[in-house]
Nanobody
Framework: QVQLVESGGGLVQAGGSLRLSCAAS????????MGWFRQAPGKEREFVASINWSGGSTYYADSVKGRFTISRDNNKNTVYLQMNSLKPEDTAVYYCATPKFPFQQPAGVVGRYDYWGQGTPVTVSS
């Protein structure tokens, strides 16, 4: 059974930084694409960033490009999201997710991800 557990969220002032982690278990981590999404109150879940199985390709939403960095450590079965220059509009619950099949390229489409973590809240104060 695939399990994803996020951590690292919290309260930070605008301009600050946080690093989110997502620990995966239940299957061979290194063959699966991983993504980060977020959902603000009253809004739909949206794509933030994703990374392919090897870590060689990364993808970002325009709203976070240049501020957020996604990475992964396949030896630790963990994907990270380094968030710098945080803005109040980055406030949301952040989720990691992964598709069902290995070597899939789900891009930023929510419906192409099959397994989700419970989320970690991020609040950016102005």
């Amino acid at each position: 059974q695939v399990q994803l557990v996020e951590s690292g969220g919290g309260l930070v002032q605008a301009g600050g930084s946080l690093r989110l982690s997502c620990a995966a278990s239940g299957r061979t981590f290194s063959t699966y694409h991983m993504g980060w999404f977020r959902q603000a109150p009253g809004k739909e879940r949206e794509f933030v960033a994703s990374i392919n199985w090897s870590g060689g390709s990364t993808y970002y939403a325009d709203s976070v490009k240049g501020r957020f960095t996604i990475s992964r450590d396949n030896n630790k079965n963990t994907v990270y999201l380094q968030m710098n220059s945080l803005k109040p509009e980055d406030t949301a619950v952040y989720y990691c997710a992964t598709p069902k099949f290995p070597f899939q390229q789900p891009a930023g489409v929510v419906g192409r991800y099959d397994y989700w973590g419970q989320g970690t809240p991020v609040t950016v104060s102005s």
